[in-house]
C-alpha cells in the first residue's frame, strides 16, 4: 500500500509539467525504484540514467575545430524541469541507502548522469560520499570532483578513505580532494598525518598534497618526514614543496638526490615552470643552478647554457632520442636545423615512421604494451603580418588513447612574446614492442595529438602533433578573414 501512495503521489507532481510520453516513461521508472523486487529497483535507476543521458546526448556538440569562447555554453538538460530533477534525484538518495548493494551501485551509476547540481544532486552525492560502500564511492567520485559537496560534510569520510589500502577508496577520495583545492588546505595536519602512514602506497597518496597546496605549518613537517622517504616518495614530496624554495634546499643538503628525484615528475615540475615564467621564481633559480639536470628540464629552463651539455648526450644516443633532445636543444635557443610552416591552407604533413596506421618499425611479433611518449614541441607562432601575439593558448582536441572521446583540455605552454617562440611538454599514444625483431628504437606505434592554437585578435588553428617533430612556424590569420 505504501508502495502505491508514494507511486500515485509522484504521478501527479509529474504529470502537469512533462509530455505525456515522457510523463510516462520518467513515472514508471520513479515508480520501479521503489519496488519491492531489487531487479525492479535496478531498471527503474538505469532508466532514470538512460534519460537523462538521452537528453545530454540528443543537443547539438560543437565541432572539435571551433574555438570554444564563440559558442554559448550548452545549458544541459533544461527541458527537465528542476522539480523533476529534484524529484529523480531524491529517488537516487534512497538508492544510494538500500539495502541491496547491486541497487546502490545503480543509483551511483544514475547520479552521473545529472543534469545539474541542484541541492539535492549535491544531497545525493553527499550520501554517496558518506554512505561507507567502496562500490559507491568508486562510481560517484567523479562526479562528486566536478560538483563536490560542502567539505564539512564530507571530509571525515574522505579522509578515511583517503587512508584506506584499497585502491579504489583512496583515487577516489584522492580525487574529490583535489576537486576542493585549496579549499581542503584547511585540513592539512589531518590529511598529511593520514597520508604519512607508512604503507606501500604512500606514493600514490602523497599526490593529494601538492593538489590541496600546503601551509607552510604542514610543508615543514612534510619536509622532515621526507628524509626518510625512498626515492619516489622524495620526488613527489620535492613536488608538493615547489612553492617552499628554501625548505627544498634543506631537503636537498640532507637528501643530495633530491633534485634528480624531483624530475621523475616533470609533469608536474612543467606545471609549476608555466605558471611562474613570467615573473622570478626561486625554485627555478635553484634548478638552474644545479649540477644533476636532466636534458628535458635543461630543455624546459630555455637556457642558452645547457646547449652544450644537451649535445654532449645526444652524441651516443640512438635516432628516437635524438630528436627530443633536438627539441630540447631548440627550447634552449638553437637554431632549428629543420622547420614547417603550417597555417589554415597548409596542414601538418610530417609524419614520423612510426605514425599509425602506416607505421615503418612494426616487427613480426605483434606482444606489445600501449602507453605514451612524451615530446617537446617546439616552434614560432605569429600572423600574418610577422608580428607575435601577446599571449596563445593550446587545448587538446582528443583523448589521450584515442579511444574516440572529444575532449578541450587546456595545455600548459612556455611562451615568450618577444619572438613569438614556445615550449610545450606534452605527450602522445605510443605502443612499445615488448620482444626483439623491431626495426628502429622507440615506440613502434604512435598516434597524434589534435591541437587548437588560439591568440586575441586571430582566428583558431587546429593542427596535428606527432612524436618527432620538427619545429613549427604557425601562421595564424586575422579573426575577420573568411
Not at 586571430?458 to 612556424?473: A, G, I, K, N, Y
Request: net charge neutral; aromatic share 6%; proline share 7%.
Amino acid at each position: 500500500m505504501l508502495i502505491l501512495i508514494i507511486a500515485s503521489s509522484l504521478h501527479l507532481a509529474l504529470a502537469p509539467n512533462c509530455p505525456a510520453q515522457s510523463d510516462r516513461e520518467l513515472q514508471q521508472a520513479l515508480t520501479r525504484t521503489i519496488s519491492r523486487n531489487a531487479s525492479d529497483r535496478i531498471s527503474g535507476f538505469d532508466k532514470l540514467r538512460q534519460i537523462w543521458k538521452q537528453e545530454t546526448d540528443s543537443r547539438p556538440d560543437a565541432s572539435p575545430n571551433t574555438l570554444k569562447r564563440d559558442v554559448p555554453p550548452l545549458n544541459r538538460q533544461q527541458d527537465i524541469p528542476d522539480e523533476h530533477v529534484d524529484q529523480i534525484a531524491l529517488a537516487i538518495q534512497r538508492g544510494l541507502q538500500d539495502e541491496e548493494p547491486s541497487v546502490r551501485k545503480a543509483a551511483a551509476i544514475a547520479i552521473g548522469s545529472a543534469p545539474r547540481p541542484r541541492p539535492e544532486v549535491i544531497a545525493a552525492l553527499r550520501i554517496g560520499l558518506n554512505c561507507g560502500d567502496t562500490t559507491v564511492l568508486w562510481h560517484i567520485s567523479s562526479h562528486a570532483a566536478k560538483t563536490p559537496p560542502p567539505i564539512e560534510s564530507v571530509i571525515d569520510s574522505l579522509i578515511r578513505n583517503l587512508g584506506s589500502d584499497e585502491y579504489t577508496n583512496f583515487l577516489a577520495a584522492s580525487d574529490v580532494l583535489k576537486a576542493y583545492g585549496k579549499t581542503a588546505s584547511s585540513y592539512g595536519p589531518r590529511i598529511l598525518e593520514t597520508v604519512l602512514i607508512p604503507k606501500k602506497t604512500r606514493s600514490l597518496k602523497l599526490y593529494v598534497l601538492h593538489d590541496i597546496g600546503l601551509t607552510d605549518p604542514i610543508a615543514k613537517k612534510l619536509a622532515e618526514a621526507a628524509t626518510d622517504f625512498n626515492e619516489r616518495e622524495l620526488g613527489i614530496a620535492a613536488v608538493c614543496l615547489l612553492d617552499h624554495p628554501q625548505l627544498l634546499k634543506q631537503l636537498e643538503k640532507q637528501r643530495p638526490e633530491t633534485a634528480l628525484a624531483l624530475q621523475e615528475q616533470l609533469p608536474r615540475l612543467y606545471q609549476h615552470l608555466c605558471k611562474h615564467q613570467y615573473v622570478a621564481n626561486e625554485t627555478r633559480s635553484w634548478l638552474e643552478d644545479s649540477g644533476d639536470l636532466l636534458p628535458v628540464t635543461m630543455g624546459l629552463l630555455r637556457k642558452p647554457k645547457f646547449i652544450e651539455a644537451i649535445a654532449a648526450v645526444a652524441t651516443s644516443a640512438d635516432p628516437h632520442r635524438k630528436s627530443l633532445l633536438a627539441a630540447c636543444k631548440r627550447a634552449c635557443g638553437e637554431p632549428p636545423v629543420k622547420q614547417i610552416r603550417v597555417d589554415a591552407d597548409h596542414p601538418v604533413k610530417f609524419r614520423p615512421q612510426s605514425a599509425w596506421p602506416n607505421t615503418d618499425r612494426w616487427s613480426e611479433n605483434s606482444f606489445h604494451a600501449d602507453g605514451a611518449t612524451f615530446l617537446l614541441f617546439t616552434g614560432e607562432v605569429g600572423n600574418n603580418a610577422g608580428e607575435h601575439p601577446a599571449s596563445i593558448q593550446f587545448s587538446r582536441l582528443n583523448d589521450r588513447m584515442l579511444l574516440g572521446r572529444k575532449v578541450n583540455e587546456r595545455l600548459d605552454v612556455l611562451y615568450d612574446s618577444s619572438t613569438g617562440r614556445f615550449v610545450c611538454y606534452t605527450s602522445v599514444f605510443a605502443a612499445y614492442s615488448m620482444k626483439p625483431g623491431q626495426t628502429a628504437p622507440g615506440p613502434y606505434q604512435t598516434g597524434s595529438l589534435q591541437v587548437r592554437i588560439d591568440a586575441e585578435g586571430c582566428r583558431s588553428l587546429t593542427m596535428q602533433l606527432f612524436d618527432e617533430m620538427p619545429d613549427v612556424v604557425i601562421t595564424l590569420d586575422p579573426q575577420g578573414k573568411n
